[in-house]
């Protein structure tokens, strides 16, 4: 409890940390200069990104063996999306809220446990090889500051590259060396070698992945032209990297506080306002809460259906 309340008074720290900086009346103004328009688009995008990641975990659960019907897990996955909202942790507890729903599902809990973590490590895969690449096509185009990332472009892409193959190599080291792990993890191991076609797999879940970010990305930029950030997309791409990165770290409460500190710094270096960059992830934020309240609504419905009301006796 102690940790769960100290989690959570850092996260509302460092926001009002943030708001403090940026001006909470220029970030307001911001808020209330928005473009409808822009939003609703914005929100459609965020929406998007939700769906096609429930769809890409239902392709990775089915791949590991655990059949499940789409929808249930679309629903799992928006129940998640609440947890991650309320829950200290960041996306900790909306992880472990959907393995346990795999497991009332009737499916191992080691299993369920093992498709919710390979999910979310093949969205973070993709996401920082995307924005990698992108830096070093920017950096070899001359479009970013020398001073902004004192790096060659040659070997920005070669660490995208490698993060791009960390995966293969991953399999192939598991697969030399599993049968020298404890006993648990050996068999995990061993059980998941066994699963059929795994570069086709992987070359899936690289382009579920790849449209979940695009998706995501596009919902923040959209977000920052609604409140008048004027930036081309291939910048959101950059700074996606630190700024998601920053927000599922488990030090907050649904990445509040990190998501919007990141942004500030991130979109600063590219000649952002700080209201407007902490508007715009503020906006993002907000997306992704409008979808767990659904979740939330989905679960009390779910909760009320399996519990009716008892009729008195008379």
């Not at 390979?118 to 096509?137: E, F, I, K, P, Y």
């Not at 990297?241 to 770290?249: E, I, K, N, R, S």
């Not at 590219?270 to 809460?289: D, Q």
Request: positive net charge; without cysteine.
């Amino acid at each position: 409890m102690t940790k769960i309340i100290l989690r959570a008074a850092a996260s509302l720290g460092l926001l009002a940390l943030v708001f403090y900086f940026a001006g909470p009346a220029r970030i307001f103004a911001a808020f209330g200069n928005a473009n409808p328009a822009w939003l609703a688009v914005a929100l459609l995008s965020s929406v998007a990104a939700s769906l096609t990641s429930a769809l890409r975990w239902h392709a990775l659960a089915g791949w590991l063996g655990i059949a499940v019907p789409r929808t249930a897990l679309i629903v799992a996955y928006f129940r998640g999306i609440a947890a991650n909202t309320v829950l200290p942790g960041a996306t900790l507890g909306g992880d472990a809220l959907r393995a346990m729903q795999l497991q009332r599902l009737g499916h191992p809990l080691a299993a369920s446990a093992a498709s919710v973590a390979l999910d979310r490590m093949s969205g973070l895969w993709v996401l920082v090889v995307l924005s990698l690449a992108v830096t070093a096509g920017a950096q070899m185009a001359a479009l970013l500051p020398p001073q902004l990332l004192p790096l060659p472009p040659l070997l920005t892409l070669a660490l995208a590259l490698a993060v791009l193959s960390a995966p293969t190599f991953a399999w192939l080291a598991s697969r030399a060396w599993h049968m020298h792990l404890p006993g648990p993890l050996e068999r995990a191991l061993a059980a998941l070698h066994d699963r059929p076609a795994p570069v086709a797999h992987l070359v899936a879940q690289f382009a579920w992945s790849a449209g979940v970010q695009g998706f995501s990305i596009l919902a923040f930029a959209l977000a920052g032209r609604a409140v008048g950030l004027d930036l081309p997309l291939w910048l959101y791409v950059i700074a996606a990297g630190p700024v998601f990165v920053l927000a599922a770290l488990p030090v907050s409460i649904g990445g509040w506080g990190t998501r919007e500190a990141a942004a500030a710094v991130t979109l600063g270096h590219f000649g952002a306002s700080t209201e407007l960059a902490v508007a715009a992830a503020l906006l993002y934020g907000l997306f992704a809460a409008l979808q767990g309240a659904v979740g939330a609504l989905s679960l009390l419905l779910s909760k009320k259906t399996e519990h009716p009301p008892q009729e008195n006796p008379q």
